[in-house]
C-alpha cells in the first residue's frame, strides 16, 4: 500500500507502526511526526518524498486538537521524546532531512536503516541556542547510507551520539558533522570515500574547540577516506545503563552485517 498523507502524522505515545511483511510506503506533507511522547517503535516502512508543510492543525491523544508550526518535509522527526526506536527502514529523497532528533531527545536507537539518495540525511540537534540538546543521546548502529548521499550521517550538536558499525558508501560534503561541542564516538564503522576528486574527509566541524570530544576508535578508511584532524583515543563513553549496554561487532563484519539494511 502508499499512504500519501496531507497532514503530518503525529505519533503518540507507547505506539508501533511495524511494516514487516507488507510493503508499506509512506509519503506526503511533513511525514511522521513524534512530538513529547516516549515508548516508539518506527520499523519496516519505505518513506519517500515528504514535502514541507505549512501550518497546520492535527488530532492528538485523548481527541485534543494541536497546533503544528512548519513542517521542513522530513521523513521522521522526533521532537523531546524519549525510548525511541528507528528499525530497518528505507528513507530517501526527502524535502528536508532524513530524519531529525531534536529538543532533548533522549534514549533513541537508530538501527539497520538505509537512507540513500539525499542531499541532507540525519540532524541530531535543534540549533545552537538550544543547551537542553545537552542531554541527548543517541545511539546510531548497523545503518546503511549512500549510494548518493551529501551530508550529515549524522551532524550533532551539544548532545552525545555513539555512531558504530554503520557502512558508509561515499558522500560530497562529509559524513559526520560536528557544531557547539557535542561528544560523539565513531567506533568500528566502514567508510569508503567517494570515487571521484570530491572530499574525501570523513568528518567536518565547525569550530576546533570541540575536537577533544570526538573520538573515533576502531574504524576502517577505506577510497582515500581519512580523519585529516586529529580525533581522540578512547573517551566519549556513552553512559548506557546495564541494559542499554551492549558489544560492538569487529568492523570486518560491518558490510555483511549492514547488506539487509533497509526493509526486509
Known amino acids: 500500500m502508499t499512504i500519501t498523507l496531507q497532514i503530518p502524522l503525529l505519533l503518540s505515545s507507547f505506539i508501533a507502526i511495524d511494516g514487516r511483511g507488507v510493503d508499506v510506503h509512506i509519503t506526503g506533507a511533513g511525514c511522521l511526526l513524534v512530538y513529547q511522547a516516549t515508548d516508539i517503535i518506527i520499523r519496516g516502512l519505505l518513506i519517500q518524498h515528504c514535502k514541507a508543510q505549512s501550518p497546520s492543525i492535527v488530532i492528538g491523544p485523548n481527541v485534543k486538537v494541536i497546533p503544528l508550526g512548519q513542517m521542513d518535509g522530513d521523513a521522521i522527526r522526533l521532537v523531546t521524546t524519549r ?32 537512507f540513500r539518495n539525499q542531499d541532507k540525511v540525519m540532524l541530531l540537534e535543534h540549533d545552537d541556542g538550544h543547551l537542553r540538546d545537552k542531554n541527548m543521546k543517541v545511539t546510531v548502529i548497523f545503518n546503511h547510507f549512500g549510494p548518493n548521499c551529501n551530508q550529515r550521517m549524522t551532524r550533532v550538536r551539544h548532545g552525545y551520539a555513539h555512531v558504530t558499525n554503520n557502512f558508509y558508501l561515499g558522500w560530497e560534503q562529509y559524513a559526520i558533522g560536528v557544531s557547539m561541542s557535542p561528544s560523539i564516538k565513531s567506533e568500528a564503522n566502514f567508510f569508503v570515500a567517494p570515487n571521484d576528486a570530491g572530499n574525501k574527509e570523513v568528518a567536518w566541524r565547525k569550530e576546533e574547540k570541540g575536537l577533544k570530544k570526538f573520538y573515533s ?48
Open 217 to 264: 576508535v576502531g574504524d576502517v578508511l577505506k577510497n582515500g577516506a581519512s580523519f585529516s584532524k586529529q580525533t581522540g583515543i578512547g573517551g566519549a563513553r556513552p553512559n548506557y545503563n546495564q541494559e542499554q549496554n551492549f558489544k560492538v561487532v569487529d568492523v570486518g563484519s560491518v558490510k555483511e552485517l549492514t547488506s539487509e539494511s533497509g526493509v526486509l
Open 83 to 114: 525510548k525511541v526506536w528507528i528499525d530497518h527502514n528505507t528513507l530517501y529523497e526527502c524535502q528536508d532531512d532524513l530524519l531529525d532528533v531534536t529538543r532533548s531527545s533522549i534514549d533513541v536507537t537508530v538501527s539497520n536503516n538505509w
